[in-house]
């Protein structure tokens, strides 16, 4: 059955939206109505949110990067996060709330929404989770896999969520839309940030461009912001290998270098049937201070 998330709101209007009697429909009291679709999430995007018919991933993305993560190499990353939410569980507000909201931005097929979910669950007595993508077929997975979650396509930069709603908030592997987080965030809510290094990767991107760039670190600009402190920061990196051409096709199929690297340059990697990897990534925690939200 669908365990609706509290505290959605109107992609409109801002009003509160409630699941209609039939539980087929979102609706607002100014009868802004959104319907379920029939695999279980609700369509909040709308049109003038959104730069092209088909936004966010697309859905061969979708499976080529549920085919990969399927395999767990990432598994040690969604480890490391799971310890230090232990640690902030205990040692925060986070631990002591009976009832916790828990938004997922930029969700994709919602393997992280369900892992991280499935384990706070054993903190607290009842948990509403909320996983948000802007891409359909993302959706369309999640909702179709997890049962348990509110799911919604939306716009992360405009995220259906009344302002101090949520206590934990989570951005794995996409942009962070920091101004929402910190509206939709309760005070000492907290802010999780996976970012990608420069190792990360890396060989893939050497086989795939003749010339790399930097990556510029996140941590000193888009996270310094007045509403949040960090109260934690943890590289993850280890090194894993693709033995198999499926697996490699996969790996390139969930990345925009699907689209932006040459054809050429893809198969040559492909061909090689055996590639190993280094995965780099930050974790970001921070914790939402009392500053009122203010409109910019
Ligand atoms: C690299 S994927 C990460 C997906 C998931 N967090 C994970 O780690 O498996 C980035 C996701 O961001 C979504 N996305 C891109 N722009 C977005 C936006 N403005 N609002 C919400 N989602 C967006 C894409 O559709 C895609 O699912
Ligand atoms: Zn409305």
């Not at 966010?56 to 990432?74: C, I, K, P, W």
């Not at 996976?194 to 790399?212: C, D, I, W």
């Not at 590289?235 to 790996?251: M, P, R």
């Not at 049937?273 to 921070?286: E, K, N, R």
């Amino acid at each position: 059955m669908l365990v609706l998330s509290p505290y959605l709101s109107c992609p409109v209007c801002q009003e509160t939206l409630r699941l209609t009697d039939d539980r087929r429909s979102l609706t607002c009291q100014n009868n802004h109505r959104f319907d379920r679709a029939k695999q279980g999430y609700f369509n909040l995007l709308l049109n003038q949110h959104k730069k092209s018919k088909q936004p966010g991933d697309s859905l061969e993305m979708v499976q080529a990067r549920t085919a990969f993560l399927n395999l767990g190499h990432y598994e040690p990353i969604l480890s490391a996060l799971k310890t230090r939410l232990a640690s902030h569980l205990r040692s925060t507000s986070l631990g002591a709330s009976r009832t916790l909201n828990y938004c997922d931005v930029a969700c994709g097929e919602g393997y992280y929404t369900h892992a991280i979910s499935h384990f706070l669950a054993e903190y607290v007595e009842s948990i509403h989770t909320t996983g948000l993508d802007i891409s359909t077929p993302a959706l369309k997975a999640a909702s179709r896999q997890y049962k348990q979650a509110t799911w919604l396509v939306g716009n992360a930069f405009k995220l259906p969520l009344a302002q101090a709603s949520q206590d934990l908030c989570t951005f794995m592997f996409c942009r962070l839309s920091i101004d929402e987080v910190a509206r939709v965030l309760k005070p000492n809510g907290i802010f999780v940030f996976v970012e990608t290094g420069n190792k990360h990767l890396k060989a893939l991107r050497e086989a795939l461009y003749t010339e790399l760039k930097d990556k510029r670190a996140a941590s000193e600009t888009t996270i310094t912001s007045a509403y949040f402190d960090l109260i934690d920061r943890q590289q993850v990196q280890g090194d894993f290998t693709l033995d198999n051409s499926v697996d490699i096709e996969n790996l390139i199929s969930m990345t925009p270098h699907v689209w932006r690297s040459k054809k050429q340059n893809k198969r040559v990697l492909i061909e090689r049937a055996c590639l190993t990897l280094s995965y780099d990534v930050t974790l970001h925690i921070l914790m939402r201070n009392n500053t009122p939200y203010t409109v910019n």
